[in-house]
């Protein structure tokens, strides 16, 4: 019930096209669902995050979909350039506790 | 500000040797974690601090992980004695109280363990 499926493992998307990535989790209990954005050698920075009562969020080039009924949410990143490339990973957590993250996803983006 | 700042970056250690890494918060950062991310897979989190009390150590192995926050500031992290499955980077993160939502990692410290 803690886990957090993620998919997919990787990605490979031209430049400025559409990267999608997917997430699905368990417990309802959930109020928090946090985007996280890695480079080799760096920890995990925040991208963008969303809470359950609302359908969808969006920052500049980033949106997160939100679908409470059937438990996932996704990343989309539109336009997305080279130095988009990274590893994304999706998490969910309980009043901001308990941080359960995902697998993670290898995005590359082609020049 | 400054971010969370990790020592050593990178360590080797013999198995069976002991190792201890090190993190200082952002200031003012009331809570502190200890993450371990092992290639290719997402943080898991190792254990959770308010200041200098332990919120959740429950996912640390505690037969051969410690760890401390004296002071409610930096903390360190000890492995004691090392295994081969111990080779991972560990993270620290902070923010500024439990249910303060996201929060800042630090760049890690990458433990290799031969």
């Known amino acids: 019930q803690q886990q957090v499926k993620q998919s997919p493992q990787s990605l490979i998307v031209q430049k400025g096209g559409i990267s999608i990535i997917n997430c699905a989790y368990e417990?309802?209990?959930?109020?928090?669902f946090p985007w996280y954005q890695q480079f080799p050698g760096k920890g995990p920075a925040l991208l963008i995050a969303?809470?359950?009562?609302?359908s969808e969020k969006k920052e500049g080039r980033f949106t997160i979909s939100f679908n409470k009924s059937a438990k996932q949410f996704s990343l989309h990143i539109m336009d997305s350039q080279p130095g988009d490339s990274a590893t994304y990973f999706c998490?969910?957590?309980?009043?901001?506790?308990?941080?359960?993250f995902g697998p993670g996803t290898r995005l590359s983006v082609l020049p | 500000e400054a971010g969370v700042a990790q020592s050593p970056r990178y360590k080797i250690i013999e198995k069976r040797q002991s190792v201890a890494f090190w993190c200082n918060p952002i200031?003012?950062?009331?809570?502190l974690y200890w993450y371990q991310q092992i290639l290719g897979q997402g943080p898991k989190l190792l254990i959770q601090f308010q200041n200098n009390g332990v919120v959740d150590d429950s996912q640390l192995p505690k037969d051969r992980f410690s760890a401390e926050r004296l002071k409610g500031v930096d903390s360190t992290l000890k492995i004691q004695p090392a295994k081969l499955e111990d080779s991972a980077v560990y993270l620290c993160?902070?923010?500024?109280?439990?249910?303060?939502?996201?929060?800042?990692f630090g760049s890690g410290t990458r433990l290799t363990v031969v």
């Open positions: 993160a902070s923010s500024l109280g439990t249910g303060a939502y996201g929060y800042t």
């Open positions: 417990n309802t209990a959930f109020d928090y």
């Open positions: 998490a969910a957590s309980m009043y901001g506790q308990n941080f359960v």
């Open positions: 969303i809470r359950p009562d609302v």
């Open positions: 200031s003012g950062h009331a809570t």
